[in-house]
């Protein structure tokens, strides 16, 4: 994935990573990920593996396995590449990839966001995308027990 943006940034291509569970699909994670794809060139999004979900929402969650959250990520049109990753934070995947953008949802101000220091050493931009937070995959597990 690193070539990956490398390249693009070198085509003179802008890239923007979304990070998250993805857990439960729905219409508020769309509308996040369509947000950072209007801002960017590239949109690669990385998908917290099964552990660190369950490190970050406890251990009832994640509802669906990891490979099925990532192949539905994965067939979002927006979505130009998608992987799992393991850590409680992006960071070291912002510093492996130096994206253009690192977006997050309107949950977070950009003074809350958890990477900020690492994206302003970096140079990446950090951009609150996405729908006013009024979907939640916590929400919809409430619903259905």
């Given at each position: 994935m690193a070539q990956v943006c490398k390249d693009a940034r070198a085509a003179?291509?802008?890239?923007?990573?979304?990070?998250?569970?993805?857990?439960?699909?729905?219409?508020?994670?769309?509308?996040?990920?369509?947000?950072?794809?209007?801002?960017?060139?590239?949109?690669?999004?990385?998908?917290?593996?099964?552990?660190s979900v369950r490190r970050a929402k406890g251990a009832a969650r994640p509802v669906?396995?990891?490979?099925?959250r990532l192949e539905l990520v994965l067939a979002l049109r927006v979505v130009d590449h998608a992987f799992l990753f393991a850590t409680d934070t992006v960071e070291p995947i912002l510093r492996a990839l130096v994206p253009t953008f690192h977006c997050k949802g309107t949950d977070y101000t950009e003074a809350s966001v958890p990477e900020a220091a690492v994206s302003r050493a970096l140079g990446v931009e950090t951009r609150i995308v996405g729908d006013p937070k009024d979907h939640s995959t916590s929400v919809l597990t409430k619903k259905l027990t």
């Open positions: 003179g291509k802008t890239v923007a990573l979304c990070n998250g569970a993805f857990d439960l699909l729905h219409v508020g994670h769309l509308r996040y990920l369509q947000g950072a794809k209007a801002i960017a060139d590239v949109l690669v999004v990385a998908v917290n593996d099964d552990a669906i396995p990891e490979a099925e």
